[in-house]
């Protein structure tokens, strides 16, 4: 009997992921037994779930390794589950807004994103090639159906098709490069693989299996040249799920990228970063030059995301940890300002129906000033213009190459940020400039909520989250080294 309390006690790190599996099935449960019409209850407790489990995660902070050697929790693994948490609950609560005509109105969607959660946490905790896996198809599997959510759109359908598709082919890749380096290395517990090149050396076997795994898992962090699925989904799926992909995969992938380069293939730095640095450069160069001619709101959205991933790795291509520290503030940043982007663009309905086009927005800050004044701040921020927030995640990561002597990523970052305003104060323009074309409809109440703080942090980072956020970052990068 003791025994038994002594290794539910040793499973204390993995907490959260128990308690976020345990809801799931209750949830699931419970979308079968009542109505259907009654998807509203269960949203809520899937909201109240991610609720409990950020707060598990933050208030029990337990430090290990379980499972064998599958899974381990530190400082870094509990921040970036704390974004991933924050950034699901956050798509969760903008679906709920005219869920109905989204086709995110059934009960399944919450199950499966909550599912997807799960995933991305036990991404970020994987410390076997094994379990990296298992986190990473758990998410990728509730993503592809969440694509395809509403059935009766083709869009949708189609979307969901093209992600399946190529996530197969991304996997495909991520999975030879895990066989290849188990092959080359006899190991895929991570802090083994990190002992066998530092005794072994490297090998040309060794560094192909590094480049496809990275392969694969720039894939789900949508870096050039791994792109080409997310313009499509983003566009064809409903909005508040493209609010969902904008956000938690992206941290989660983004944190496996960071764990797999600066822990697990550490001995061999030169090698892994000539390629984080090629996906940095291909990523904002690709996306500012892109966006420029995007018409579609949704698809301009996703090369803005494209070029941020390429911002974040700035920061990783140094290596340091003042660099992991420019990755975890910027993702927390970049969330922010994605939620409070999409919400706006949730809340500017026509009698048609959602804008599809920039050119929809017309007039927009005559009818609706409130909307109109955050999603301009919130373009702002995403140029990275002082003093608001975006200005200081960019400040981190190319603080971080420059102390690298990364020169010209450097100097390539600023201009692609500098191409990307072009792209960014035309939707401002058009919002504050034209002649309206079309009549807004009133917003549910959540979303001015979500819009009005996502606008208020943007704008007050520095002298509210500033200090707090980069003392958490500090903390949770030096877990790493």
Same mark, same amino acid.
């Given at each position: 009997?003791?025994?038994?309390?002594?290794?539910?006690?040793?499973?204390?790190?993995?907490?959260?992921?128990?308690?976020?599996?345990?809801?799931?099935?209750?949830?699931?449960?419970?979308?079968?037994?009542?109505?259907?019409?009654?998807?509203?209850?269960?949203?809520?407790?899937?909201?109240?779930?991610?609720?409990?489990?950020?707060?598990?995660?933050?208030?029990?902070?337990?430090?290990?390794?379980?499972?064998? !050697?599958?899974?381990?929790?530190?400082?870094?693994?509990?921040?970036?589950?704390?974004?991933?948490?924050?950034?699901?609950?956050?798509?969760?609560?903008?679906?709920?807004?005219?869920?109905?005509?989204?086709?995110?109105?059934?009960?399944?969607?919450?199950?499966?994103?909550?599912?997807?959660?799960?995933?991305?946490?036990?991404?970020?905790?994987?410390?076997?090639?094994?379990?990296?896996?298992?986190?990473?198809?758990?998410?990728?599997?509730?993503?592809?159906?969440?694509?395809?959510?509403?059935?009766?759109?083709?869009?949708?359908?189609?979307?969901?098709?093209?992600?399946?598709?190529?996530?197969?082919?991304?996997?495909?890749?991520?999975?030879?490069?895990?066989?290849?380096?188990?092959?080359?290395?006899?190991?895929?517990?991570?802090?083994?693989?990190?002992?066998?090149?530092?005794?072994?050396?490297?090998?040309?076997?060794?560094?192909?299996?590094?480049?496809?795994?990275?392969?694969? @898992?720039?894939?789900? +962090?949508?870096?050039? *040249?791994?792109?080409?699925?997310?313009?499509?989904?983003?566009?064809?799926?409903?909005?508040?799920?493209? /609010? $969902?992909? /904008?956000?938690?995969?992206?941290?989660?992938?983004?944190?496996?990228?960071?764990?797999?380069?600066?822990?697990?293939?550490?001995?061999?730095?030169?090698?892994?970063?000539?390629?984080?640095?090629?996906?940095?450069?291909?990523?904002?160069?690709?996306?500012? $030059?892109?966006?420029?001619?995007?018409?579609?709101?949704?698809?301009?959205?996703?090369?803005?995301?494209?070029?941020? @991933?390429?911002?974040?790795?700035?920061?990783?291509?140094?290596?340091?940890?003042?660099?992991?520290?420019?990755?975890?503030?910027?993702?927390?940043?970049? +969330?922010?300002?994605?939620?409070?982007?999409?919400?706006?663009?949730?809340?500017?309905?026509?009698?048609?129906?959602?804008?599809?086009?920039?050119?929809?927005?017309?007039? /927009?800050?005559?009818?609706?000033?409130?909307?109109?004044?955050?999603?301009?701040?919130?373009? $702002?921020?995403?140029?990275?213009?002082? *003093?608001?927030?975006?200005?200081?995640?960019?400040?981190?990561?190319?603080?971080?190459? +420059?102390?690298?002597?990364?020169?010209?990523?450097?100097?390539?970052?600023?201009?692609?940020?500098?191409?990307?305003?072009?792209?960014?104060?035309?939707?401002?323009?058009?919002?504050?400039?034209?002649?309206?074309?079309?009549?807004?409809?009133?917003?549910?109440?959540?979303?001015?909520?979500?819009?009005?703080?996502? !606008?208020?942090? @943007?704008?007050?980072?520095?002298?509210?989250?500033?200090?707090?956020?980069?003392?958490?970052?500090?903390?949770?990068?030096?877990?790493?080294?």
């Amino acid at each position: 009997m003791n025994s038994d309390v002594t290794d539910f006690a040793s499973l204390a790190p993995a907490y959260p992921e128990m308690l976020m599996a345990v809801g799931i099935l209750v949830l699931l449960l419970v979308g079968v037994v009542i109505n259907k019409e009654r998807s509203a209850l269960v949203s809520w407790l899937s909201v109240g779930l991610l609720v409990a489990t950020g707060l598990l995660v933050i208030l029990q902070p337990v430090d290990g390794v379980v499972f064998n !050697g599958l899974f381990v929790a530190d400082s870094f693994a509990r921040y970036m589950k704390v974004l991933v948490i924050g950034g699901a609950g956050l798509a969760l609560i903008l679906a709920m807004s005219n869920a109905e005509e989204n086709g995110v109105h059934k009960f399944e969607y919450s199950v499966l994103a909550l599912l997807a959660t799960l995933g991305m946490m036990v991404m970020v905790s994987a410390n076997d090639l094994m379990s990296l896996y298992v986190g990473l198809e758990l998410q990728s599997l509730s993503l592809y159906v969440m694509a395809a959510i509403k059935r009766d759109d083709t869009r949708a359908s189609e979307a969901g098709l093209k992600y399946f598709v190529l996530g197969a082919l991304s996997s495909g890749l991520l999975l030879y490069g895990a066989s290849l380096i188990y092959g080359f290395t006899g190991h895929t517990n991570l802090n083994e693989i990190v002992v066998a090149i530092a005794n072994g050396g490297r090998s040309i076997g060794l560094i192909f299996g590094v480049v496809f795994l990275l392969a694969g @898992v720039a894939f789900k +962090i949508s870096a050039v *040249p791994f792109h080409m699925w997310t313009p499509d989904v983003y566009e064809g799926a409903p909005t508040p799920v493209t /609010a $969902f992909f /904008a956000t938690a995969p992206k941290v989660a992938a983004m944190t496996l990228m960071v764990r797999l380069v600066m822990d697990t293939f550490a001995p061999i730095t030169q090698d892994w970063q000539q390629i984080v640095i090629f996906l940095s450069i291909a990523s904002m160069v690709l996306a500012a $030059f892109a966006a420029i001619g995007q018409q579609s709101i949704k698809r301009l959205i996703a090369y803005s995301s494209i070029g941020h @991933v390429g911002f974040a790795l700035v920061g990783l291509s140094s290596g340091t940890q003042v660099g992991v520290e420019g990755v975890a503030i910027y993702m927390a940043i970049y +969330i922010a300002m994605t939620v409070g982007l999409f919400a706006c663009v949730l809340s500017l309905r026509t009698d048609t129906g959602y804008v599809e086009t920039i050119d929809e927005l017309a007039g /927009a800050a005559q009818t609706r000033p409130f909307v109109a004044a955050i999603m301009a701040i919130l373009m $702002f921020s995403l140029i990275g213009l002082p *003093p608001l927030a975006g200005f200081f995640a960019k400040w981190h990561v190319f603080l971080a190459a +420059i102390e690298a002597n990364l020169y010209v990523l450097s100097v390539i970052g600023v201009l692609a940020s500098a191409i990307s305003a072009f792209y960014y104060l035309r939707v401002v323009k058009v919002m504050f400039f034209d002649a309206p074309i079309k009549q807004f409809a009133a917003v549910p109440g959540e979303l001015n909520i979500i819009m009005g703080v996502s !606008g208020f942090l @943007v704008v007050t980072y520095y002298f509210t989250v500033g200090s707090p956020l980069a003392s958490m970052a500090h903390t949770a990068a030096g877990s790493l080294f």
